[in-house]
T-cell receptor
């Protein structure tokens, strides 16, 4: 069974440009999470999808970030326009059960390293 | 708000030795989960071990075990018989579970500890 996959693995863009990150969760997983780790700091929650709906987007930094999950399958995270402070590693995770199952394991992708220059 | 602190940015251990990674957290909740995740270089982050706060017994997974001290809000990870493949970034994480629909089981992470196992 394929794990969580993220594309691209690395991206270097100039300040002001647009970048779109993609996450393919494990098939059948309704829950999809985005996290971000800025260099040397903790991994921070960005948002949570249940199927195609945004359940919690309290961690999104600002309106330059737009996440979508068309059809409840893969998800994209677009940054437009990118700023220097957006650099970091963006992780995607998926889990099978709903929020009632508090002990459900979240499976992570390898992350996308974004560098804004 | 919950916080997780990992005070050791980097650690090194000799192969076959034992190493302990520290993690403390702050919460006013009584029921929660704690996790240790491992991310090897350029690879996916994987779950190493999980502890339910209501369980007094420390979780164990093969060479990995935890020392969970609920009153002290401490959750350290012990790796026995360290192997080269244990070289990775280790993240401690907290989760407050929900038991109703429409909620998010988001993880709150520490800053990580980079463990290097030396041959």
């Amino acid at each position: 069974e394929a794990g969580v996959t993220q594309f691209p693995s690395h991206s270097v863009i100039e300040k002001g440009q647009t970048v779109t990150l993609r996450c393919d969760p494990i098939s059948g997983h309704d829950n999809l999470y985005w996290y971000r780790r800025v260099m040397g700091k903790e991994i921070k929650f960005l948002l949570h999808f249940v199927k195609e709906s945004k359940q919690d987007e309290s961690g999104m930094p600002n309106n330059r970030f737009l996440a979508e999950r068309t059809g409840g399958t893969y998800s994209t995270l677009k940054v437009q326009p990118a700023e220097l402070e957006d650099s970091g590693v963006y992780f995607c995770a998926s889990s099978q059960e709903g929020p009632r199952e508090g002990n459900t394991e979240a499976f992570f992708g390898q992350g996308t390293r974004l560098t804004v220059v | 708000a919950q916080t997780v602190t990992q005070s050791q940015p980097e650690m090194s251990v000799q192969e076959a030795e034992t190493v302990t990674l520290s993690c403390t957290y702050d919460t006013s909740e009584n029921n929660y989960y704690l996790f240790w995740y491992k991310q090897p270089p350029s690879r996916q982050m994987i779950l190493v071990i999980r502890q339910e706060a209501y369980k007094q017994q420390n979780a164990t997974e093969n060479r990995f075990s935890v020392n969970f001290q609920k009153a002290a809000k401490s959750f350290s990870l012990k790796i026995s018989d360290s192997q080269l493949g244990d070289t990775a970034m280790y993240f401690c994480a907290f989760m407050k579970p929900t038991n109703y629909g429409g909620a998010t089981n988001k993880l709150i992470f520490g800053t990580g500890t980079l463990l290097a196992v030396q041959p």
